[in-house]
């Protein structure tokens, strides 16, 4: 009768920016598989964001698409009002779980060549909308949550053409250890995953379309192949669990040993 009486464990819940393709759509599907239910964001294609709910609920999660444009932060008060109704129209909660800051662009330009209008793109989305996003839904983080933030090995490594996004992406890195600091006290744990290269639209497609990117990049790896979603996705859920409750300001790369 006890066991009757017991509350059940309260749904784990989890935001994931630029969840609707690539590896955000991954990383939801994955959290699915692990119990997690999820809302993502998605810049401007519905059908592709209802597309992956349907495949998170084919796993019997819920998962709930809102609009997002990453890189505006005017726009995340409204945003945030839209996560308050989703969780309460969908699972009666005032807070969720997880957030997973993945949404990105892409606008490669040498240093001699970078335009100041994509330099700005790209500030807005991996720096700014980051900082602020996460600012804007601290208040409905749960505490003793997590947040993820993506990186990438571009922060570690250098290849022509990337200095601003690589760049950014080690501002992400050292935000994450005092987003860590500063939370804390909260038990929020922060951390930071830092894919290499890996085969999706992202880019336009760069390594997975083009075969002699694609061959550099495995002759460069350990493993001796490109990523794929599915090394990404399954390790950013796994770092959602309790079991990795006292991991946090740590940096995790997810290369296959790109440029050891």
Excluded: C
């Excluded at 059940?8 to 955000?24: D, N």
């Excluded at 240093?111 to 980051?130: P, Q, R, S």
């Excluded at 992202?202 to 002759?219: C, H, Q, T």
């Amino acid at each position: 009768m006890g066991q009757e009486n017991a509350a059940k464990p309260e749904q784990k819940i989890a935001i994931i920016t630029g969840g609707s393709r690539g590896l955000g759509r991954n990383t939801a599907v994955s959290a699915a598989k692990h119990g997690i239910d999820s809302i993502i964001t998605y810049h401007s294609n519905r059908a592709e964001a209802d597309a992956a709910v349907a495949e998170i609920q084919a796993l019997g999660r819920k998962a709930v698409p809102l609009q997002l444009d990453a890189g505006k932060t005017s726009t995340f008060d409204a945003f945030a009002a839209e996560v308050k109704r989703a969780l309460k129209e969908t699972w009666g909660r005032e807070t969720f779980d997880y957030l997973v800051n993945n949404a990105g662009m892409s606008a490669p330009g040498s240093i001699a060549d970078m335009k100041e209008d994509d330099f700005d793109a790209l500030v807005n989305v991996h720096l700014k909308g980051m900082f602020f996003l996460t600012q804007k839904l601290l208040p409905l983080i749960k505490d003793g949550g997590r947040i993820v933030n993506i990186s990438s090995g571009l922060a570690r490594f250098s290849m022509p053409g990337y200095a601003v996004y690589g760049s950014l992406k080690g501002a992400v890195e050292t935000m994450t250890r005092y987003m860590a600091k500063e939370l804390g006290p909260r038990r929020i744990a922060v951390n930071v995953v830092a894919p290499g290269a890996i085969e999706t639209d992202f880019g336009g497609g760069r390594i997975r379309d083009n075969p002699e990117l694609n061959k550099m990049v495995a002759s460069v790896t350990a493993m001796g192949r490109v990523g794929v979603p599915d090394d990404i996705g399954p390790m950013i859920a796994v770092l959602l669990s309790d079991e990795n409750r006292w991991m946090t300001g740590q940096r995790l790369e997810v290369s296959g040993g790109m440029n050891l």
